[in-house]
């Protein structure tokens, strides 16, 4: 059987458009943000002042609590990650009762079997996704860890023994490495909800793909949080 017989086109170019949609706009957020900083561009700036700090703190329990409070929050969409994906198989053993309920939604295109499974398969596609960008976002915290733990004292800083810029901007990159996982994660999530939409139609997917572009742009390059952080 032809791969390309088991969905119709008009499916087939919606996952195109999702698919480009999303990786378009995760290549233009990086190459937009050397031109107008983005919200992950501007909190860099204040994760290098912060171990600017930590270079200057000695003991450096403060910057202990704050990694381990930040790799908490991928760790519980790693998690939640995981559920979802044992939820959406789950759905797969009653793919029958499921497009009998979708068929019931206003609006929604009657699809079969196969293609009603090819669409959860694609959803359990990107939460596996989002699953492996968070786990990556939280070991990557942990080499933040090791990298502050093996900052020399303040004082052979200030003596001109190790040279302070390098370890700040090591320990710099590390964090913001975590923080570029973690968004890679979450836009995960917000085109899971627009890959949800193709269960209604294709038509509807594409609109929901562009709707969720629209809003990633809008809170990474417009919204009130950025006019603040770079004020």
Do not use: H
């Not at 991928?74 to 029958?96: C, D, R």
């Amino acid at each position: 059987m032809n791969i390309f017989d088991l969905l119709p086109w008009a499916d087939w170019l919606a996952l195109l458009a999702f698919v480009t949609l999303w990786v378009g706009y995760a290549w233009f957020a990086r190459a937009w943000s050397r031109k107008r900083p983005s919200l992950l561009a501007t909190t860099n700036r204040y994760r290098r002042y912060w171990m600017m700090q930590a270079s200057q703190r000695e003991p450096r329990m403060l910057d202990g609590i704050i990694t381990q409070s930040l790799s908490q929050t991928p760790s519980f969409f790693s998690s939640t990650a995981i559920l979802i994906v044992g939820g959406l198989f789950a759905v797969l053993g009653t793919t029958e009762k499921a497009t009998e309920l979708m068929s019931e939604i206003p609006f929604a295109q009657a699809t079969s079997l196969v293609v009603f499974e090819f669409k959860v398969l694609v959803l359990v596609a990107i939460f596996v996704y989002a699953f492996f960008r968070f786990s990556w976002c939280m070991r990557q915290y942990t080499f933040l860890a090791l990298v502050i733990g093996a900052m020399p004292p303040p004082a052979d800083f200030d003596s001109g023994k190790f040279d302070r810029t390098i370890y700040v901007d090591r320990a710099a990159a590390m964090v913001g490495a975590a923080a570029e996982s973690f968004n890679d994660g979450l836009r995960a999530y917000y085109f899971s909800f627009a890959a949800l939409a193709w269960f209604i139609s294709p038509l509807a997917m594409v609109l929901a793909t562009g709707l969720v572009v629209l809003i990633l742009y809008s809170r990474e390059f417009r919204s009130e949080v950025l006019a603040i952080l770079k004020d």
